[in-house]
């Protein structure tokens, strides 16, 4: 998240600028700034999800899978991850391949359950994981577990250069 305050972003979306909107989202998603608040998440995703924002439609997915602020709803769920799997949201693939596995409002397919996991296993970050397709959904939280894991590898990264050349 950028380094705006509220009103800077308020009024950068008031005048349509959708990675403003976007933001917004993700602050009253997470209480970055302001209090945790699941309906105004939502409806600045969805509007800047209107706007072309496939970041949104993973986010929007998650409210819906999650029931944050509305009732669980994961065949909405699903739609809303499928819109921003095509732009090749491995998150978002994460949890279309979850609700295959579980059959969580869908009807359970292994197969296609397989294929996301797949999907999301050919990236070079991920190539090192050899879990069991149970094992891989049984993950509550798939983003955080990637950022620890990228937090991880960039400490490593910094102490082998720190060993190689005596200095950050």
Request: with cysteine; charged share 30%.
């Amino acid at each position: 998240m950028g380094n705006k305050n509220i009103e800077e972003l308020e009024e950068l979306a008031c005048n349509g600028d959708v990675g403003a909107i976007y933001e917004l989202g993700q602050r009253y998603y997470y209480g970055a700034g302001v209090g945790i608040d699941y309906g105004r998440a939502r409806e600045y995703f969805e509007i800047a999800a209107d706007r072309g924002s496939t970041g949104s439609n993973y986010y929007l997915g998650k409210i819906y899978y999650n029931g944050n602020g509305v009732p669980t709803n994961h065949l909405k769920a699903k739609e809303y991850f499928e819109k921003s799997s095509k732009a090749d949201n491995v998150f978002s693939k994460f949890y279309l391949g979850k609700l295959y596995y579980w059959g969580d409002g869908v009807e359970k397919d292994y197969n296609k359950a397989n294929e996301y996991k797949n999907s999301i296993l050919n990236r070079p970050i991920y190539a090192h994981q050899n879990t069991g397709l149970e094992e891989f959904y049984k993950v509550a939280d798939f983003e955080e577990l990637t950022q620890k894991y990228v937090g991880e590898l960039q400490n490593k990264v910094l102490e082998e250069y720190k060993g190689l050349y005596g200095k950050e």
